[in-house]
Each structure stands twice: as structure tokens, then as C-alpha cells.
């Protein structure tokens, strides 16, 4: 509801790749309910946190400080109002999606924060690992990563992990190896001139596209990620 119910992207996993065959295609219309939110278990509650921590980071500290509130009141299963932070996120995503429908010009490209991480974990897991489990762990190691490279400061990097440790990491990703996380990744769809290439963070709402990255440095912060909790 929060992300992939818009945006026209429609995928298939395919060789064990995630959404490696698709196109774009617009529906006519998106019905949204979220009575539907009371049938999930707490367990697909909280994979909806990972895509929430994404869009907390795509826009202004303002937005920053809102999901920051709402995803504590989810994780802690406070009373929230649903129909808000859907309508949030797909605002954001809606005036991102717009202007770069078709990732041509990059705009588009900030919704992949943390995505190519999280694409890796999800198929070394055999996707078991749900999608906002991999992409709330995707996010750390691209926070980790922005660090590493020297695009976000270390002071800020610690700001913003500290404020979100109250959530916690799948233990099944305490356990993958980081050797075949990093092969997987070389397959991943945003692969171009066979360079692993990242969406990394210089402030909130200062997102980097495109980053390329040596495999030391990717390496270095998936095993930062095993240890963040």
C-alpha cells in the first residue's frame, strides 16, 4: 500500500532474480483499503516498516520527523492512523514517479534506496525474507556505505542509526555470506557496463544515485549491517 501499489512498474522474479522480467504499465485506477491492514499478521505489519524508513529518508526532515513517529507507533502496535501514512508515502512517490516514469532520467532512481541490497538478501534467502525485511536491512548497509565512501558524515550516520535501533534485523541475515550476497548483486537488474551500482544517502532528502562501489567497501558494510542490533 505504501510503495509498489502505484508507479506503473510491473515485475517477475525470474533464475532466482527479483523482478528481473517487466515493464511499465499504468492502471486505469488503485483501490486502497487499508481495513485489510487488520488481516495481516504482525509479521507483515512490520515488513511494511521497511519501505516507510525508505520514504522517511527521500524527502525533507520535516516528512523525516513524521514517518519517524508513525513507524515507532507501528513497531510498538500503537493505535495509527493507516489511511494517513499510505497517503504520505504515495504523495512522495507520486511526485517522484511523474517527473521519471520510466527511470530514464534518474530521477527515479531514489526509490531504489537500499533496493540492491535488499534484492540480494531476498534471493539468497529464496525469498523467504519478506521485501521490507530486506529493504529496511538494504538500508543500513546503503547508510553504512554512504559513510564508507565518504558521503555521509560519520556523526551523521550514527544520528540516524541510532534512530532506529529500536528495530531489529531478520537473524537470517546475520548468517548469509557476504562472498554470495555480493554475486548476487552482480546480477541485479541496475547492473550497467558490469558495475554493481548503488543509491546512497548525503543528508535526508540529499539522495546519490548511480554510486559505484568497489567490493571491499559493499563487503565491509553488510557485515556492519550483521552487527547493527
Known amino acids: 500500500m505504501v ?24 492502471p486505469d485506477s488503485v483501490f486502497i483499503d487499508t481495513a485489510f491492514l487488520k488481516t495481516l499478521p504482525d ?9 516507510l524508513v525508505k520514504y ?13 513517529v508513525y513507524i515507532k507507533r507501528i513497531s510498538d502496535k ?20 511523474i517527473n521519471d516514469e520510466k527511470e530514464l532520467s534518474g530521477i527515479r532512481k531514489v526509490l531504489n ?25 538494504g538500508i543500513i548497509c546503503s547508510l553504512y556505505l554512504s559513510e ?10 550514527n544520528t ?24 548476487l548483486m552482480q546480477s541485479d537488474k541496475k547492473l550497467f557496463d558490469e558495475k554493481i551500482r548503488f543509491v546512497l544517502l548525503q543528508d535526508i532528502g540529499n539522495i546519490v544515485v548511480d554510486v559505484i562501489a568497489e567490493k571491499p567497501s559493499v ?3 553488510i557485515r556492519k549491517m550483521k552487527i547493527f542490533v
Do not use: C, M
Request: charged share 25%; no cysteine.
Open 3 to 26: 510503495d509498489s501499489s502505484v508507479g506503473g512498474k510491473t515485475g517477475i522474479n525470474f533464475l532466482n532474480r527479483k523482478n528481473l522480467i517487466g515493464s511499465f504499465y499504468q
Open 43 to 51: 509479521k507483515e505489519i512490520l515488513s511494511g516498516i521497511g519501505e
Open 56 to 68: 522517511s529518508f527521500l524527502t525533507s526532515k520535516e516528512n523525516f520527523k513524521k514517518f519517524s
Open 78 to 97: 500503537q493505535e495509527i492512523n493507516f489511511v494517513d501514512i499510505v497517503y504520505k508515502s504515495l504523495v512522495i512517490k507520486k511526485n517522484i514517479v
Open 113 to 137: 534506496l537500499g533496493h540492491t541490497f535488499a534484492h540480494a538478501f531476498e534471493a539468497a534467502s529464496k525469498y523467504k525474507l519478506t521485501h521490507g525485511e530486506s529493504v529496511f536491512a
Open 148 to 157: 564508507e565512501l565518504g558521503y555521509l558524515a560519520k556523526k551523521k550516520l
Open 160 to 183: 540516524l542509526l541510532d534512530g532506529l535501533r529500536f528495530l531489529t534485523i531478520n537473524p537470517f541475515l546475520k548468517k548469509i555470506d557476504e562472498e554470495k550476497l555480493f554475486f
Open 219 to 221: 563487503l565491509e558494510a
